[in-house]
């Protein structure tokens, strides 16, 4: 099957930095979704994409289809944006509908 | 107020009992998928529904059932055949028409069996 794989695993940073998160992704896809799982579990949508760029406030993501990877720009972070971000992707030639397969994760601490 | 719940929040079971999650959506999404997800890892497939009265096994299958007697609802059985139960499982819901399927997730549940 597909192979998701999200670069760093974790990431430390001060209040107001910015960052970058990775995904690599193994074959053809025709749906790639950023989360952001809080510490209470719940999976909030960030982004549909893909392809091509979305920005939402200080988030936005840049999917490069042909290359098989996607990038989350998270620019002046705050301490709410701690958490872990996953990537996940529906490969294009899958055979189960639909499914989601993820990638592992990045925990990201934001320090104040 | 649209959305996927899921209920309950927290559930505990003795080994050997059967149990059962619900999911329940108001998006009039067709699409209908249960994950789970174990202590620092992403999510997996156990089953998938695509429309009323039909599902399909994930990943993970084995040891869960499934039923989708309406749009609305898309409930979970863990069964005793399932060897490591204690997991936080989610469901989420997504459209299916014009080849669109962002899916969207409810709260989850966490069950421990002891």
């Known amino acids: 099957g597909i192979q998701v794989e999200q670069s760093p695993p974790d990431l430390i940073l001060q209040e107001g930095a910015n960052s970058t998160l990775r995904c690599n992704f193994s074959d053809s896809v025709n749906n790639l979704q950023w989360f952001h799982q809080n510490p209470w579990g719940q999976l909030i949508n960030l982004f549909y994409i893909p392809s091509g760029t979305k920005q939402n406030g200080r988030l936005s993501a840049t999917t490069v289809a042909t290359e098989r990877y996607s990038l989350l720009y998270i620019s002046s972070s705050q301490t709410t944006d701690s958490g872990v971000y996953f990537c996940?992707?529906?490969?294009?030639?899958?055979?189960?509908?639909?499914?989601?397969?993820f990638g592992q994760g990045t925990i990201l601490t934001v320090h104040p | 107020d649209g959305g996927i719940t899921q209920s309950p929040k927290y559930l505990f079971r003795k080994e050997g009992q059967n149990v059962t999650l619900s999911c329940e959506q108001n998006?009039?999404?067709?699409?209908m998928y249960w994950y789970r997800q174990d202590p620092g890892q992403g999510l997996r497939l156990i089953y998938y529904?695509?429309?009323?009265?039909?599902?399909q096994k994930g990943d993970i299958a084995e040891g869960y059932s499934v039923s989708r007697e309406k749009k609305e609802s898309f409930p979970l059985t863990v069964t005793s055949a399932q060897k490591n139960p204690t997991a936080f499982y989610l469901c989420a819901s997504s459209r299916t028409t014009a080849g669109v399927y962002e899916q969207y997730f409810g709260p989850g549940t966490r069950l421990t069996v002891t």
């Open positions: 529904s695509q429309i009323v009265n039909d599902f």
């Open positions: 996940a992707v529906v490969n294009a030639g899958g055979t189960s509908y639909g499914k989601l397969t």
């Open positions: 998006l009039n999404h067709d699409a």
